[in-house]
């Protein structure tokens, strides 16, 4: 049984950085992407970034490029989003996913996901 956990939310003011955790229990397996989607309210759940645990590729969203980077530890099987330069429009509940599907900016090729963590960004 895989489950992932996220930490790291909260409130911030615009400018400023969060980073988000994601620990894995559980094996994933083999060549799964491990990616992180948003969700605003009122709005559909969408794409931040993704990280490919063999190539070590990397796929962001246009509006988070030069902001948000995406990375991982091995040993902790956990993964990370390091939110910089934040704005009043990253505002959404962040979760993140494990999948093996493509493409992998898509939420239904995920098949794990995580319970989520809200980050707002106001002054």
């Known amino acids: 049984q895989v489950q992932l956990v996220e930490s790291g939310g909260g409130l911030v003011q615009p400018g400023g950085s969060l980073r988000l955790s994601c620990v894995a229990s559980?094996?994933?397996?083999?060549?799964?992407?491990r990616g992180w989607f948003r969700q605003a309210p009122g709005k559909e759940r969408e794409f931040v970034a993704s990280?490919?645990?063999?190539?070590?590729?990397?796929l962001y969203r246009d509006s988070v490029k030069g902001r948000f980077t995406i990375s991982r530890d091995t040993s902790k099987n956990a993964v990370y989003l390091q939110m910089n330069s934040l704005r009043p429009d990253d505002t959404a509940v962040y979760y993140c996913a494990a999948g093996g599907q493509l493409p992998n900016d898509h939420a239904r090729s995920y098949a794990y996901w995580g319970q989520g963590t809200q980050v707002t960004v106001s002054e």
């Open positions: 559980g094996r994933i397996p083999t060549g799964y992407f």
């Open positions: 990280f490919n645990w063999n190539t070590l590729n990397t």
